[in-house]
């Protein structure tokens, strides 16, 4: 079947400063996609913009200038900047004759490495506003220009049916997004809005060595009392953590995932790419009490 041609095409990225979300605004918006890319900083905005400027190829070179604008500040945990950022969006959306919103790919986000008994709740209020709060006030915006334009959502999410420790800051909120997904997936339908889950492995960001960054803050400022009751199985998590990022897929990989989830006529509920998520896909087709199991002998 004939994928959907990208131009005259409008998408949002959120999150676009580092990673996945910068990766793929700079290759749908080579592609001919009209991006608006959502950043929190300035310096980000304009570096963005710039590297958008520069052909990453030859072919690139013979094609037309990337589309893509910077949207700044957009921190979805602060509802100010989101209802600004809607307005520029709409404004942005009716000024250069587009026929609504083609897509709204969710990315912001990060998270970090604790025991639950030791996350820092600042840390995991941030992270439930950013990845589930934030995100639906701008999908409630979004959604008139989304129904014009026949679009659909995209969700950059973990595995997060899976109990791993240690993670429970990523992995709760996508939990609570995948129940999301599925609600609007129904709520939705009378309209024919898809929405599509990209199942994310290791993937190679800045918010990995950042949480590793983190970690090691930690293990410095914990409560020394608590800190020695996971102070073995973390220093191996941790070990274990630096073979595995040897091993982490680049985020221009996830990017070309996107495309063909925006491509595609009738694109598929799940997508997966990146180290390990073909396992994680494969555990999560047992039952829970499977899972679990095999989730305990690994912990």
């Known amino acids: 079947m004939k994928s959907i041609n990208p131009a005259g095409r409008a998408v949002i990225i959120t999150g676009c400063s580092s990673g996945i979300g910068r990766a793929a605004a700079l290759h749908l ?24 400027g520069r052909p990453a190829s030859r072919a690139e070179r013979a094609g037309p200038r990337p589309n893509l604008i910077p949207v700044c500040p957009l921190d979805l945990t602060q509802p100010k900047e989101i209802a600004t950022a809607l307005r520029v969006i709409a404004e942005e ?11 709204l790919v969710n990315n912001a986000g990060s998270g970090g490495i604790a025991p ?14 950013a990845r589930l709060v934030g995100p639906v006030a701008l999908l409630q915006g979004l959604l008139p ?24 800051g990523i ?15 129904i709520e939705l339908k009378p309209w024919r809005i898809p929405n599509i889950m990209i199942r994310c492995g290791g993937i190679r960001t800045a918010a990995v060595a950042r949480s590793e960054r983190e970690l090691e803050e930690s293990f410095r400022t ?20 630096a073979e595995f990022d040897k091993k982490r897929t680049e985020p221009e990989e996830v990017a070309k995932v996107i495309v063909r989830a925006l491509a595609a006529r009738r694109p598929k509920k799940r997508y997966r790419i990146g180290y390990m998520s073909g396992f994680a896909a494969l555990l999560e087709a047992f039952p829970q009490s499977v899972v679990d199991f095999v989730m305990r002998k690994r912990g």
């Open 29 to 52: 918006a080579r592609l001919g996609y009209t991006v608006f890319a959502t950043v929190r900083k300035r310096s980000d905005a304009d570096s963005l913009r710039e590297e958008a």
């Open 145 to 168: 220009h989304l129904r014009r334009g026949r679009g659909r959502i995209l969700w950059i999410t973990t595995p997060a049916l899976l109990p791993i420790p240690f993670i429970a």
């Open 93 to 103: 959306i009716k000024e250069r004759g587009l026929d609504g919103l083609y897509a």
């Open 222 to 241: 914990w409560p020394p009392d608590r800190f020695a009751l996971y102070t073995d199985r973390l220093l191996k998590e941790k070990k274990e953590l």
């Open 171 to 185: 992995h709760a909120p996508d939990f609570a997004m995948n129940g999301l997904i599925r609600t609007l997936a």
């Open 116 to 129: 639950v008994e030791l996350i820092n709740m600042e840390v995991l209020r941030r992270e439930l506003e």
